[in-house]
C-alpha cells in the first residue's frame, strides 16, 4: 500500500515539476520575445532577422525550461529536457506544419539540433547546481 503511495507522490511531484517549469519558462520566453522583437523595431532590422530571434527566445525557453524543472525535482534531467524539448522544439514545428509555412530541412534540422542541445544544457546545469550545494553542505 505505501509502494502505490509513494509512486503516485512522486508522480505528482513530476507533474507539479513539469507545470512549474512550463509555466516559467512561457514566461521568459514571452519576455524574451518581447525583449528581441523591441530590440528589433529599434534598431531598424530588416524582416529576415525576426526568424532567428525567434530560434534565440525559443532556445532561450528550452534551456529555462529543463533548468527549472530539475531545480524543482532535484534529479530528472533527461525528462525534463525531453519535456522543454517537445515543448519549445516538437511543437512550434507541428504549429508551423499545421499552418503551412514549414521550413526547408536543413534549417529545420539545425534549429532541432540547437534546441535539443539547449534543452539538455539547461538539465545538465539545474543537476550541477544541487550537486554543488550537496558537495557544501
Known amino acids: 500500500m505505501s509502494e502505490i503511495k ?10 507539479k515539476a513539469v507545470l512549474i517549469s ?3 519558462s512561457g514566461a521568459l520566453f514571452l519576455g524574451a520575445t518581447g525583449a528581441l522583437a523591441s530590440f528589433m523595431v529599434k534598431g531598424n532590422f530588416s524582416g529576415d ?4 530571434f ?3 527566445a525559443l532556445c532561450l525557453g528550452s534551456l529555462f525550461c529543463s533548468w527549472i524543472g530539475v531545480k524543482v525535482l532535484h534529479h530528472g534531467a533527461l525528462l525534463c529536457a525531453l519535456v522543454s524539448f517537445a515543448l ?6 507541428l504549429v508551423s506544419v499545421i499552418l503551412g509555412e514549414f521550413e526547408t530541412a536543413s534549417d529545420l534540422i539545425a534549429r532541432m539540433i540547437i534546441l535539443l542541445v539547449c534543452s539538455f544544457a539547461g538539465g545538465v546545469l539545474g543537476t550541477q547546481k544541487i550537486i554543488g ?5
Do not use: H
Open 6 to 15: 509513494n509512486r503516485s507522490t512522486k508522480e505528482s511531484s513530476v507533474i
Open 22 to 24: 512550463v509555466i516559467c
Open 49 to 52: 532577422m525576426a526568424g532567428k
Open 54 to 56: 525567434a530560434i534565440i
Open 88 to 93: 519549445y522544439g516538437v511543437l512550434p514545428m
Open 133 to 137: 550545494k550537496r558537495k557544501v553542505g
